[in-house]
């Protein structure tokens, strides 16, 4: 072979591999996974707890419903509570209506009414506790698992610290309230 055919097969073999190397068309960008707010409200609310307030073993927080549904949400009585371990396992825990006998009744010891909460809007309701230790082991719960109202989806609430029942075995809800 002549040193121009080389050069030639050479400079033909350099071109092609220089257009393998050549940009293409950009790639496709996957479809985005859904948000978290688009899967957040599933069933027309959502439900988050309020930091806890404790003083001299009273233990207070507020469990907040947002409506971000697109009708009205309809509330009346008492949220359903149940308390869950860190494995998400129900404890023997009593949950009663109303702040007795956790603590005096208070304002938040309203007669239970039936609530419309507007899209966007917020009610609220209390959950109460002592840390009271005297025999046998404090029950240390993670989670709440509340529904709104009987036969509503329950959702999943982590208290932030968690919650420290102490010995005592009980914790009480007060009525839904509007928030606004």
Sequence with gaps: MTVSRRLGALLSAGALLAACDAPGPPPVPPTPAPTASENACPDGFRLTAGPVDGASGLRAMALVLENCGTGPYTLEGFPIVRVLDDRRTALGVTVGNGSEPISSPDS???PAHRLTVAPGGTARARVLWRNTV????PVAATYLSVAPAPGAPERLVTPDGGLDLGT????AVNAWADAG
């Design 108 to 110: 938040w010891d309203a």
């Design 134 to 137: 005297t025999e046998g082991d």
């Design 168 to 171: 005592t075995g009980r914790l």
